[in-house]
């Protein structure tokens, strides 16, 4: 048997529960990981609310979650690659645009997972760090690959603080870029401390932006109308734009969505281990306490990557 957090509609976090289920079995060309850290994001209570259900409906039951680290326990068919016992990351989602997190379930103790969506986990990356690649360095990495930015770029970052934010700010220093970040007052301090600029939200944010100089490109890590209306009033004419969201009114500015290339987990886990970025590590919940977790991730510019402990 194995423990996951499950839910049969869509709901708030009172929708999960956590309970046993039979022990997964791979099928032909997967693996089954036993996880030892899960990441949470923004998006999993999103999907377990039903926010993508017309495009992408849920088949229920299902356990929410795409992002984690572990042990594997047991190999499918025609598996040859990977070994029984070694460390890997995974992010267990299909393709882009948008995937139902009950086809990922890494909200759980074990997961099964093909292995065109793991990495080996290099020993020098810590479980905490490795649980939160697949989803704050990966959407950080793929946002400056849409934008294509260089040491000529003054970047702007929405929701720069937080673990997605934090990982584009990061990477786009390496590049040379100029990056400012809007965040909170208290977080300032350190995205000073990654090179950046910090402006504050609120009254005025569109022209303190403009103060700074012109913007040529724009990743937003957080979406919503105050950072949609910021970048639109700040960014140069010519200027680049991409959402890691992809809300009603990103799309109704003409914010393209951000795209996934095929490498991003691999060239993620390669920026880590260059120390290029380190994610911001939150709070660590146990598994049972999912539904706490999902709530917490909620909460406007919360500091630090959510996991949730098996």
């Known amino acids: 048997m194995s423990k996951r957090i499950v839910y049969s509609e869509y709901g708030t976090a009172d929708v999960l529960r956590f309970e046993d289920g039979p022990l997964p079995v791979p099928g032909p060309g997967r693996v089954l990981v036993r996880t030892e850290m899960i990441g949470v994001n923004p998006i999993d209570w999103k999907l377990v609310a039903g926010a993508f259900a017309r495009v992408d409906p849920a088949p229920f039951p299902g356990t929410p979650g795409w992002a984690a680290t572990g042990i594997i326990e047991a190999l499918g068919d025609g598996v040859t690659d990977y070994a029984i016992g070694q460390a890997v990351i995974l992010d267990s989602r299909a393709r882009l645009p948008v995937t139902s997190g009950s086809r990922g379930g890494t909200f759980a103790e074990h997961v099964t997972v093909d292995t065109t969506r793991i990495v080996p986990r290099p020993e ?6 490795a649980a939160s690649l697949p989803s704050s360095a990966v959407a950080g990495y793929s946002m400056i690959q849409n934008l294509g930015i260089t040491s000529e770029d003054i970047l702007l970052v929405h929701g720069a603080a937080g673990s997605v934010g934090s990982a584009t ?17 208290r977080n300032h301090d350190y995205l000073r401390s990654l090179g ?7 009254d005025g944010l569109e022209t303190a932006l403009r103060d700074l100089g012109a ?43 951000v795209r996934h290339p095929d490498d991003e987990l691999e060239q993620a886990v390669a920026l880590a281990m260059r120390g290029v970025l380190t994610v911001r590590i939150g709070e660590t919940f146990p598994l ?17 990557k959510i996991l949730l402990a098996p």
């Open 124 to 129: 020098g990356v810590s479980i905490e760090q």
């Open 169 to 185: 700010v990061q990477i786009a220093i390496d590049r040379g870029a100029k990056v400012i970040g809007t965040a909170s007052p």
């Open 196 to 202: 950046a600029t910090p402006v504050a939200y609120g």
């Open 215 to 257: 913007i040529t490109a724009s990743a937003d890590a957080v979406g919503g109308r105050e950072s949609v209306s910021a970048t639109r009033g700040a960014l140069d004419p010519r200027g680049r734009a991409v959402t890691a969201w992809g809300d009603d009114h990103s799309h109704a500015a003409g914010i393209p969505w």
């Open 288 to 304: 049972a306490q999912a539904a706490d977790a999902l709530l917490r991730s909620r909460t406007p510019h919360s500091a630090g």
